[in-house]
């Protein structure tokens, strides 16, 4: 072995050392939410959903009183947010939940808080829905996570069927997830344990069993 032959393996070792030590510093950077909280990251590159870190952002699609727009977790900053993820449009139990957070839409309002509908679903299948009537009349977004990348950065993508799971989380002001629930497809969930949880969690006290709005919380 030639000495300019190793002169050249070392060279080639020190580049490949330093283009690793700049991705690594680059995603590091990545890796932290906007307010310097570090997300939790999967070993696909993903972004882990999990309560007391950082919501995994997104920018999805969605119908907004029948149009097309562009919606952003980012958008919600300094919003309390209620995400809920359910399996598909035209089904028999999801539009039980999408017409009781709607009808109850003011209530959530009222204490600075949105609602956002996700599924897998197209734009075009969410649009056709809404026009047909089944939804009433919708005053919150419905999005469409077609690539199913958020559905799955939320641990909620069932991946044999492509679809949704029932998962709903609560997102505080800061983008931090500060509650979490995923059950089966075949109950619906609860819009007054919804509220109950959130106005909870909003008291930023220790709200013991069955605590209710207007209750003592435990004092430390």
């Known amino acids: 072995m030639t000495m300019k032959y190793c002169i050249n393996i070392v060279v080639l070792f020190v580049a490949l050392g330093?283009?690793?030590?700049?991705?690594?510093?680059?995603?590091?950077?990545?890796?932290?939410?906007?307010?310097?909280?570090?997300?939790?990251?999967?070993?696909?590159?993903a972004v882990k959903a999990e309560v007391g870190s950082p919501a995994p952002p997104f920018?999805?699609?969605?119908?907004?009183?029948?149009?097309?727009?562009?919606i952003s977790l980012a958008d919600y900053k300094g919003k309390w947010l209620v995400l809920?993820?359910?399996?598909?449009?035209?089904?028999?139990?999801?539009?039980?939940?999408?017409?009781?957070?709607?009808?109850?839409?003011?209530?959530?309002t009222a204490i600075n808080t949105e609602v956002l509908a996700v599924s897998a679903d197209s734009r075009f299948s969410h649009l056709a829905w809404v026009k047909?009537?089944?939804?009433?009349?919708?005053?919150?977004?419905?999005?469409?996570?077609?690539?199913?990348?958020t559905a799955r950065s939320y641990g909620v993508l069932d991946e044999a069927q492509g679809t949704a799971r029932r998962g709903l989380f609560i997102i505080d002001p800061n983008g931090v997830i500060q509650h979490a629930v995923i059950h089966s497809d075949k109950v619906g969930r609860s819009v007054e344990e919804t509220l109950r949880v959130l106005k909870a969690l909003q008291t930023a006290e220790l709200c013991p069993l069955n605590w209710k709005p207007g209750e003592k919380t435990i004092k430390r």
């Open 132 to 149: 047909s009537g089944a939804l009433g009349t919708l005053n919150y977004p419905l999005l469409s996570d077609f690539t199913k990348q």
């Open 18 to 45: 330093c283009s690793g030590a700049g991705t690594f510093a680059a995603q590091s950077a990545a890796d932290e939410s906007s307010d310097g909280r570090p997300f939790k990251i999967l070993r696909s590159g």
């Open 59 to 70: 920018r999805l699609d969605a119908v907004v009183n029948q149009e097309f727009k562009n």
């Open 84 to 108: 809920f993820f359910y399996p598909g449009d035209f089904t028999f139990v999801c539009p039980t939940e999408i017409k009781g957070f709607n009808a109850s839409l003011a209530d959530f």
